[in-house]
């Protein structure tokens, strides 16, 4: 079993849709928790960072965090076709300079 | 200018042969990293390096060599190809306080026949 699961999709929505895209993971050691978004044929870019549990918004975006069910969330309202990429879950342990263990990725695909 | 480029974006090779993989940045980063990704793999550290002096093994060291001429380049090499390290390869820096955030390049598709 991998340490951090998550949905490869594709999962396609329509244009202004709420996505939501999770990951779960197995080691309680982990303590930061960031998303980071690649699209095609390009490297990965980091999107939202979070610490230990709760929740973060930055605009469109809001990144959950439920460390006693080992699962994090990634929402996007109102998403654009530009939001089409594939969304990795990350995470590393109590130190900020640890090692990030990334989740597989979910394809994401918004249609106009 | 991009801050992380990697050389060369694709290449085909044979088994066998030796590949090197370069990554060069302007962020003044002192940590550097080397990933490969798999479909449905995710990202899997290689190699990463804290400083010029500094190499470490990665999840998945075997076959792959590392070598950080400068702070702003890390290279990567399969000393022997082998089809299986067909992937796409990533280079990453971050700053010495925060590891979290990495800055990823173009990456570099390689093939081994």
């Known amino acids: 079993q991998k340490e951090v699961e998550q949905d490869p999709g594709p999962l396609s929505v329509p244009e202004g849709a709420i996505v939501s895209l999770n990951c779960t993971y197995s080691?309680?050691?982990?303590?930061?928790f960031m998303w980071y978004r690649q699209y095609s044929r390009k490297g990965p870019e980091l999107l939202m960072y979070?610490?230990?549990?709760g929740n973060k918004e930055d605009g469109r975006f809001t990144a959950q965090v439920d460390k006693s069910s080992k699962y994090i969330s990634l929402f996007i309202r109102d998403s654009q076709p530009s939001d089409s990429a594939t969304y990795l879950c990350a995470m590393s342990g109590q130190n900020a300079g640890n090692m990030l263990t990334f989740g597989g990725g979910t394809r994401l695909m918004v249609k106009p | 200018d991009a801050d992380v480029t990697q050389t060369p974006r694709n290449r085909i090779t044979k088994t066998g042969k030796r590949i090197m993989l370069e990554c060069s940045q302007t962020?003044?980063?002192?940590?550097m990293y080397w990933y490969r990704q798999d479909p449905g793999l995710g990202l899997r550290l290689i190699y990463y390096s804290f400083d010029v002096k500094d190499i470490n093994k990665g999840e998945i060291s075997d076959g792959y060599s590392v070598s950080r001429q400068a702070q702003a380049k890390f290279s990567l090499s399969l000393e022997s190809a082998i089809p299986n390290q067909t992937a796409l390869y990533f280079c990453a820096t971050s700053d010495l306080v925060n590891g979290n955030e990495q800055f990823f390049g173009p990456g570099t598709r390689l093939t081994v026949l």
């Open positions: 979070t610490y230990s549990s």
């Open positions: 962020k003044g980063h002192d940590r």
């Open positions: 080691n309680s050691a982990f303590q930061y």
